[in-house]
């Protein structure tokens, strides 16, 4: 059974692609992985697939969004705030002049990646989970740099741990590590700052990372998958399940489509490929390949025509080239199904946040909507919300417009 420590929980999940590929033994800057892997969130810079449970954030013009639950320090202002209040900017970022590229977090920590490669975390840091041992407070309530001008290229959050990338293709993890969630090769429970040995991903750099909900991913430069922390219901693709202590070669062969976002939620793991499309393994429920139960250590293929791929605690989301939306998985709130569903939605999709039982998409037009669990006023009240979802854009873009102009047209981007 899954700990109950806290009544919010919030798990973020986006995914960036490394800058570089290995040729000759060198780290050669180039464009091709970085221009695929980016498509595939296109045109969802910043947040991406942002996950909470209580609370809901964006990236917008390089500022960091949140609203709902911020009872833990989430609003990164050295105050709790209350749920209904208005969303609101980190202010030390607007001080400091700090442009945000990248933001995820877990059950109520945050982290942000700046434009300079640094990486900044807040919230809820019990397990080190937000300062990393570097600000060892109970609740970290403005931005801690805990990575300072370390080249960080990607970064990602489970529900009590963090990850980071570099440009060199170093792993960095830190938090809760009962069930090996940190790959250090133990399970100590709570891990400050630890770089992941190269020898790990067979002494290769490490060109994309992911996270689940309990553990993380790595694919090397040679395309090899690996995989640490909780392996429930087989995710990893082994027929024994247990906890992975240290990164293990899981048994996914791409056959020459590269992997570009890589992502686990409760007990499966599903990954999108650069062919568009999307393969899983784990739990067969979780998958949406209409099972009602058992798993499957064999990736198994889900979809396809898809740019975006958005997995989270038990259900996932994709967006096709065509601009569709589907759902599947075991969550309720309208957000799962026993197979891919399409589902209703407005206008052309520019950006999609979500959480762990909600989902938040941006059109064309400047208009936000909520769908799902609506708990802590995510979509300006309470309440579960079903598609095409709840307007919410006198509550968010509103305050936005305050901010950058009322000609602002909000997420676009970044």
Not at 58 to 74: A, H, L, M, P, V
Not at 333 to 351: A, E, F, L, S
Not at 378 to 399: D, E, H, L, T
């Amino acid at each position: 059974m899954k700990r109950k420590i806290f009544n919010y929980v919030i798990f973020l999940i986006t995914f960036f692609s490394s800058v570089f590929v290995i040729g000759n033994d060198k780290v050669n800057k180039v464009t091709d992985f970085e221009i695929r892997t980016t498509l595939s969130m296109a045109p969802y810079d910043g947040v991406g697939g942002t996950s909470m449970v209580d609370t809901g954030a964006t990236i917008e013009n390089g500022d960091i969004w949140i609203w709902g639950f911020r009872g833990s320090g989430q609003s990164g202002n050295g105050f709790f705030v209350l749920d209904s209040s208005p969303p609101q900017r980190v202010q030390k970022f607007l001080d400091e002049k700090i442009s945000i590229t990248q933001a995820v977090g877990g059950a109520y920590h945050i982290l942000a990646l700046d434009e300079q490669g640094s990486v900044w975390g807040w919230g809820q840091n019990g397990y080190k989970e937000a300062g990393a041992g570097v600000c060892d407070v109970a609740y970290v309530n403005t931005p801690c740099r805990i990575l300072k001008f370390a080249n960080i290229v990607q970064i990602g959050a489970g529900e009590y741990h963090s990850i980071a990338l570099s440009k060199s293709g170093e792993v960095y993890t830190w938090g809760h590590n009962d069930l090996a969630q940190v790959g250090t090769g133990d399970k100590f429970p709570i891990i400050g700052l630890h770089k992941i040995p190269q020898e790990y991903f067979n002494n290769q750099p490490v060109v994309l990372i992911g996270s689940a909900y309990e553990g993380g991913y790595a694919v090397n430069a040679s395309g090899q998958v690996f995989g640490w922390g909780d392996d429930e219901l087989n995710s990893f693709g082994y027929p024994k399940s247990t906890q992975r202590v240290r990164p293990t070669e899981l048994n996914i062969q791409v056959d020459g489509s590269k992997i570009e976002y890589i992502c686990g939620g409760n007990g499966f793991t599903e990954y999108l490929l650069d062919n568009g499309e999307v393969w899983g393994l784990g739990d067969k429920r979780q998958l949406g390949i209409g099972a009602r139960s058992g798993t499957t250590t064999v990736p198994v293929k889900i979809m396809s025509n898809v740019k975006t791929l958005y997995c989270r605690f038990i259900s996932s989301l994709a967006i096709t080239f065509d601009n569709d939306i589907y759902t599947w998985g075991t969550e309720g709130y309208d957000i799962g199904g026993g197979v891919p569903i399409k589902r209703n939605h407005y206008d052309t999709i520019t950006k999609v946040d979500g959480g762990k039982h909600h989902l938040i998409y941006w059109t064309d037009k400047g208009d936000v909507y909520g769908v799902g669990y609506g708990a802590a006023h995510k979509f300006g009240r309470a309440g579960n919300i079903g598609w095409p979802g709840r307007p919410m854009s006198s509550f968010v873009v509103n305050q936005m417009k305050k901010a950058y102009g009322d000609d602002y047209i909000a997420g676009q981007g970044k």
